[in-house]
């Protein structure tokens, strides 16, 4: 976990599924789809924000009332093109390097994690670094250069390119080697295969990774898997919710941006899990109505970045074509709390607002 303390979890009847034994049961659904012919959506519960990007977005709206604008941010805060342009407006400037940044600014680093470079690079710019890596991340980068420092290979399951897996591969560069999935371990090479442990990007397919892990298990036996999950609790209960759902539903729409890598997994789940169409829709425009064709049931749910204002609109749009019936399958609870990146806080209790 973080080292930063920053970790509150006040949850102690609905813990999530990463912290052992606390996985309560699916709650039963309501309405089976044999005995139902009305036209209906079935609305995931968790869906949208987690903890990590709940966090995110808190530490720039709070950065822009503390220092005022413009606040700069390294990447997309979180993946969702609606919260940039949200806090675009409000004074936010969103930059892909730190050298984009003005000397002596502020800049805020994005949910996804960077790599160590990057903080070094904005300390030789004199810029005022806010780090709103996720404590999930973190947790995997504290793995990473735990294993490397013991001189482990590190097969990093992951997706080639997403910024989080930029981040941890930067954390020990010279240990990791990126597998993108079972039909990439052949070409996985190690130094020792008795020295290897896998670790993983926290917002995968649940069930490719597994099948990715026992395909590395037959190339690499001596394998050691992480401490703990490193698929994040906010991806397992969404990819869980949306598995409960699919099966009673034609088509299946989650609200998610194209490079969300837990909203596309969560397209794919649903799909496997016996959903006839799904699609991931930016928001309630991007619907096509001849999706609709022959459809009874709609599951609906959003990816961890997306904020509830697009769920609603959504729903609302289905209403207005016919399937104004809503029901929310609650299938875990979620209570996980991050607490506001430390500098942050101590700036807020230290100094006065700019
Ligand atoms: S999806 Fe998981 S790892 Fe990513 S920000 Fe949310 S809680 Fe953190």
Known sequence: MSDSAEFIEPMPDAAPVDQPGAQPPPA?????????????????????????????VQT????????????????????????????EARGAV???????????????????????????????RNLKAIDATCPLVTKVHNEARRFAAEDYDIVLIG??????????????????????GPDDV?????????????????????????????????KFPKLQSPPSDDICYATQNRQAAVKAIAPQV????????????NSVRMVEVALAAGARQAHLVENATAIQPKWLTGVTSVGLSS????????????????????????????????????????ELRRD???????
Request: proline share 6%; aromatic share 4%.
């Open 28 to 56: 039963p659904l309501q309405t089976p789809r044999s005995v139902s012919r009305r036209k209906r959506v079935l609305l995931a519960k968790p869906r949208g924000y987690c903890a990590g990007v709940d966090r995110a």
């Open 60 to 87: 720039v709206e709070h950065a822009l009332d503390h220092y005022g604008a413009p606040v700069y941010v390294r990447k997309q805060i979180v993946h969702n093109l609606h919260v940039v342009r949200s806090l």
């Open 94 to 124: 969103f930059v892909e390097e730190t050298d984009e940044v003005p000397e002596g600014s502020i800049v805020v680093f994005s949910a996804h994690g960077v790599a160590p470079e990057v903080h070094a690079e904005a300390a030789s």
């Open 159 to 180: 997706h080639e390119g997403h910024e989080e897996v930029i981040g941890t591969t930067g954390q020990a560069p010279a240990s990791i080697r990126l597998v993108d």
């Open 186 to 218: 052949p070409n996985v090479e190690v130094r020792d295969p008795e020295r290897v442990v896998w670790l993983s990007q926290t917002t995968l397919s649940v069930d490719e990774t597994l099948q990715t892990v026992d395909a590395l298990k037959v």
């Open 250 to 261: 034609e088509l299946f729409l989650v609200v998610g941006s194209a490079n969300s890598s």
């Open 303 to 342: 990816g961890a970045s997306v904020p509830e204002i697009l769920v609603s609109e959504v729903a609302d749009w289905l209403a207005e074509h016919g399937y104004g019936d809503l029901e929310e399958v609650n299938h875990t609870e979620e209570r996980l709390v991050f607490a506001l990146p430390q």
């Open 348 to 354: 807020m209790r230290l100094t006065p607002k700019a």
